[in-house]
């Protein structure tokens, strides 16, 4: 055991390391003290002379860093505390005796309280236990009813009131709460008998094989990963087994039967041997595998804190690290190993007094080929080393071993040397957060910067997160951000300064959300420092509720417009209708033709009248014109649709739009017009369009009334035209069809008067007009009323050679061959002109 | 299942897997049995994500249309709406969920397609059924893999929204799927654009990627080059008759999210003749994609080039039915019927595509369609455009359908940059005479996004247009094209050929045409993480309208 120094302290398997002589000057030490101090290294809350009830005398509130420095001091104002304990982010929770639990960070500021419900307020907290588990930190209640109350997540909080214990008439002697199959739930002791507690049944359960002699389970603790199980009974015996109950490690007497101050396991994770602690007035007894027993004296009063890979042990002056011994420390510095991380230390040892011994120790390992690992060995040692200067010795023993390996990875040995550097960093004393190699890498590096974060480190967090290339998203970046949540909230500074140096630090961070650490700045009552900082958001999106909060309105619109988000536009828009006054709404809009003519589409399907209003402030007479004219299509009563079309035609003529205006007054004319048709000779026309009207009214045979309207309404001829002549056809009124071909001359020509007739298989009417046809369309004519020697004779005569050919693909070579002779020679010569 | 999306230069079925993901994952998240609630326009998308095997999969036991009163019974735990942000559609929902029967209560999500809304939301706030949500969460859906060389938005009334009701939130859409299509090929390196809202959108682009600042992606650049063009840069094209075989399906029968609809008559199985006595009375539905080998091959050919096609490829087909006569050993023979299903399914394929051309053809060698498309032809030409045309009034008076008399009034406007106010005025009072009054508004919404216009007094710059960009040219090779015009049977698509221009030699040779063409054009940058440049031959251009 030649090689631990200083204050490493070596007990049997176990070793005991002092971290820090406490920074606190405490005058009573712990002694009636409530403390409570967070796993992995966290810090310490002390509530002092809490057990005088006096009035005059409040009780004092303290936090320290795990190596006593001050971080918080205040007098406890607030109900009668029962427990204090820590979140996994360090937060503070005070458990009253009323069931409030009321949260403070780490500084000592109130952040804010829950109720464990009215039948804990009712029946008042007996006892309480906070707890941790993948689900977050939990708060188990026992009530002054006997009964368990418990919130796995303080976060969201789902309370849980278990069953009743059996025969339970007093307090019970000791509990735990456990976590098992993704469930929380409660171990309780009851004189001998023990029962597991979860949300539907209280189960009794036996610990296999423990001792007959105990009448009374008196303390009980659970390991830190709430696999195992250790219990204390009135007989002095330490039971410790799994935690499922199923299996007995071993049992262990102390042969002291006075009840115990605490109780915690002390084994690190993957370890063979059971080993627990427990803790008398000035004794502490290690119990582990074999019945004798490890006795320790206490110089004062002790809390212990479990950890991962051990305990903690604080005093009102020192605070240390009671572990079992790793074992590549125990190889390498066990007397007299030849484990071949302690020949390698000590081939490096002759090296350095330039001593040829080295080169002899290193040959025994190569001969074993025991190089490789006497290289891990060394560096997984140099983790479990809290000195620096072993942790150097170590690390340059394994780096000169390696100089003798080819193709050994440098990972490790790389990764160890980083994490050291930042280990031995947040142990120092000002910074006091003692942690592990082993805790470390359970926790990760992400909690640490948190922790660092919590506790305003801020550049040793921005260095640690550099040094290990944390990528800036979740390193550098997620630093910056709470730096600055953390600055704007400084009084002393003005706005500018505050901004200026917020965006000059955070100028090229990526993924920095300005708008969350605004929204500090607006929560700590700056306004104006708020909006400066949104001005960096680049996400218009995540500004437009802040500014909205902060009544910011005109500026959250234009931000919403700005991001092209339309639905947060809207957002803003149907805010501002509930806030503002619908003038003020209006004005503001009309600033805005993005949100305007938004707002004009949410009207038009939702709220029309107000669509009006909107086209009546801007005097878009246009607009209303078109809106009348709408309006007049949903009236069924002819009264009222004329009314609204003439309304529309007053607003178009207010837009000088002549042409709208004209046509409306012609829509109401006609509709007038239809009405009174319709009353005189009971013929369905409103709804009809102008032409149909004129062509139902022909189809009757109301000649006059359709010639009324084409007079009126100046249809162009050529359309009355076309609509007379298939109208007649329709009928079948040849007669009236010829009278009407002869009033004047066609505008349409005389084609259209034969293809109707043949439309109607009248091949004699037809024929009728083929002379009148124009000479252009003569061959149409001849060949739709099937005349080939007329097609024939008109293509010849035009000289027209695509006519030719056209006359020509209808003949058919049977019979009008003769015909097609006459075409052909007709056609060649056609072509040679 | 999603061949077609594997030919193209770019693996789209890499975007339709992440669609399918997320949609797996939403249906997972309402654990049990499930019934889903449509908003019947979202159907048609959703079908070219997935069918109804994965819903299936899924526990959706059941799908019902979003309408009013009470949800059809089913037994199933949840129901789970898929709904557009839409107001009207939100007032269903809270009257579907306040009807539900409180003895057996479903638990109810909301997906919002393409987004969620803080709007609707608070909509079923107001009406008190906010609470009754188990999840809401929103299905980012905006550019849906639709062929191998196509992405869609499948938003048909975006042109409508952005021109004529100035509502922009299509383009936001535009631009957050183009973030998701570069976080998926990455960061595309040039973005170009025309028109108003093509610069909207790249302004979003580039705000949103600072917004992703510190989040790069890693991924070697696919696409070289965006280019960004507005709807209105480009009026004439659509209004065009398209000539293609895909085109005239198109004109014809209208293609919907990939599917067309085609009378049943000619696709009666003819087998055992009893011919005529029970043809089927539904409309034939066929998935039109480049999953099928003869339709990639034809779709995009001229459709007076389909008929050759058609008969070469029946040949190839009746060739390989014969091979069975030299099938002698068993070697052989076990190898000719390996292929048969893949030719059987080739005969069917022809088949239809047969039948489909004969529809097509009974159509466009009437001398009605001739007519047509000689008017469009004159008016691209530039022949007669400032008067009033005889066919259009011959049309109007023989009162045919008003979307062709519309279309062909556009055109004419389009290509005369403005019709004189004589002839407009001439024409809108044939108009409103004919198919009722009621068509003043749909009149002034086509004066309001620009597609009818009375004549400015600036000159018609249309002529320097078409020959600058070359959009008619004569001689079209149909069979054989070598150039784009042949789609049209001689007008080559402006947006085709800006983007031709742009590919080569530049946008800076045609400085002047595009100042004639409405709103800004552009160019923008985008950084690509340093390593990953990569020199490629073939640039990739993802053209984006507007």
Known sequence: FVAYRGQTELLGPLRKIELYEMGWNLKDGLRECLVAAAPYGGPIALLKGHYRRSPSARPQLEIYSSSGLPLASFPWKSGVVKQLGWTVSDDLLCVQEDGTVLVYDLWGGFKRHFSMGNEVSQSQVLETKIFHSPYGTGVAILTGALRFTLATNIDDIKLRRLPEVPGLQEAPSCWAVLTQDRQSKVLVANGSQLFILDNTACTPVTPPGLSPQASSIVHMCVSFSYKYLALL??????????????????????????????????????????????MWDGLLIVVGECKETIQYHLDDDSVLVPELDGVRIISGTHHELLQEVPGACEEIFKIASMAPGALLLEAHKEYEKESQKADEYLREIKEQSLLSEAVRQCVEAAGHEHEPETQKTLLRAASFGKCFLSNFPPEQFVSMCRDLRVLNAVRDYTVGIPLTHTQFKQMTVQVLIDRLVYRKLYPLAIEVCRY???????????????????KVQQKEESDEVIAKAVSVKLADAAGISYSEIATKAYESGRTELAIKLLEFEPRSGEQVPLLLKMKKSPLALSKAIESGDTDLVYTVVMYLKNELNRGDFFMMLRNQPVALSLYKQFCKHQEQDTLKDLFNQDDDHEELGNFYVKASYKDQRLEARVALLQSAVDEYYKAKNDFSAKTTEDEMRLLRFQRKLEEEKDEQLVGFSLQDTMTTLLSVGLHKHAEQLYKDFRVPDKRFWWLKLKALAEKEDWEELEKFGKTKKSPIGY????????????????????????????????????????????????????EISTVLSRCSATTDHLLMERLNRAKATAVKK | MASHLFCGRVNLNILREAARKDLREFLDKCSGSKAIVWDEYLTGPFGLIAQYSLLKEHEVEKMFTLKGGRIPSAAVKNIVFFVRPRLELMDIIAENVASEDKLHPRDFHILFVPRRSLLCEQRLKEKGVLNSFTNIDEYILDLIPYDGDLLSMESESSFRECYLESDQTSLYHAAKGLMTL????????????????????????LRMKREFAGSHTQILPVFDTLLLLDRNVDLLTPLATQLTYEG????????????????????????????????????????LNSAEELYAEIRDKNFNAVGAALSKKAKVISAAFEERHNAKTVGEIKQFVSQLPHMQAARSSLANHTSIAELIKDITTSEDFFDSLTVEQEFMTGVDTDKVSTYIEDCVAQKDPLIKILRLVCMQSVCNNGLKQKVLDFYKREILQTYGYKHILTLKNLEKVGLLKPQSTMRNNYPTIRKTLKLWMEDTNEQNPNDISYVYSGYAPLSVRLTQVLARPGWRSIEEVLKMLPGPHFEERQQVPTGLHKKRNKPVILVKSA
């Open chain 1, 468 to 486: 290990l290339k944390t990528p800036e998203y979740q390193g550098v970046s997620r630093v910056l951000k709470h730096w600055a949540c953390y």
């Open chain 1, 751 to 802: 084609l259209p008067f034969v293809e109707v007739c043949i439309k109607h298989h009248n091949k004699y009417e037809a024929k009728k007009y083929v002379s009148k046809v124009t000479p252009e369309q003569k061959v149409k004519a001849h060949l739709a009323v099937g005349d080939m020697e007329g097609a024939a004779e008109a293509a010849i005569e035009r000289r027209n050679e695509s």
């Open chain 1, 233 to 278: 009974t009135d007989s002095g015996h330490v039971w410790m087994g799994t935690s499922n109950l199923k299996e007995k490690l071993s049992e262990v007497d102390t042969k002291i039967k006075t009840p115990p101050k605490q109780m915690a396991w002390c084994r690190r994770p993957k370890s063979q041997q059971p080993s627990a602690v427990v």
């Open chain 2, 182 to 205: 570069q976080a998926l090929y990455g960061t595309i390196p040039q973005i170009f654009g025309k028109g108003e809202c093509a610069r909207h959108v790249a302004n979003m682009m």
């Open chain 2, 248 to 287: 005239l399906i198109d004109e014809i029968f209208s293609i919907t999210n990939g599917y067309v609809k085609l009378p049943p008559e000619k696709f009666a199985q003819k087998k055992q003749g009893e011919g005529g006595k029970d043809l089927p009375t539904e409309p034939k539905k066929l998935q």
